[in-house]
């Protein structure tokens, strides 16, 4: 079984910024993409950014300009930084990673909270 566990989330005045991190271990192998998700109350949880194998990024538009996500091979770790953030970036913010034989395995962090104050 594979564990992510995540740190990086707080509290922070709008423009600030944070860098979140989520580190994979355990037997993971074959990794297809590391991203992010968030879910903020009363929506529904959606991609914020992705990385895949080839180092090829994807963001939502709500998000793009500000948010970069990199990933340490060596480490199995996976990060977001996030720049000028704003008070709809409040959210608690989810790592998921895709791997194994086929890319079938589906594997998600605890979860950490990202509070924006106005």
């Known amino acids: 079984q594979v564990q992510l566990v995540e740190s990086g989330g707080g509290l922070v005045q709008a423009g600030g910024s944070l860098r979140l991190s989520c580190a994979a271990s355990?037997?993971?192998?074959?990794?297809?993409?590391m991203g992010w998700y968030r879910q903020a109350p009363g929506k529904q949880r959606e991609l914020v950014a992705v990385?895949?194998?080839?180092?090829?990024?994807n963001y939502a538009d709500s998000v793009k300009g500000r948010f970069t996500v990199s990933r340490d091979n060596a480490k199995n770790t996976v990060y977001l930084q996030m720049n000028s953030l704003k008070p709809e970036d409040t959210a608690v913010y989810y790592c998921n990673v895709r791997w194994g034989r086929n890319w079938m395995l589906d594997s998600w962090g605890q979860g950490t909270q990202v509070t924006v104050s106005s």
């Open positions: 355990g037997s993971i192998f074959n990794i297809n993409y």
């Open positions: 990385i895949i194998s080839d180092d090829t990024t």
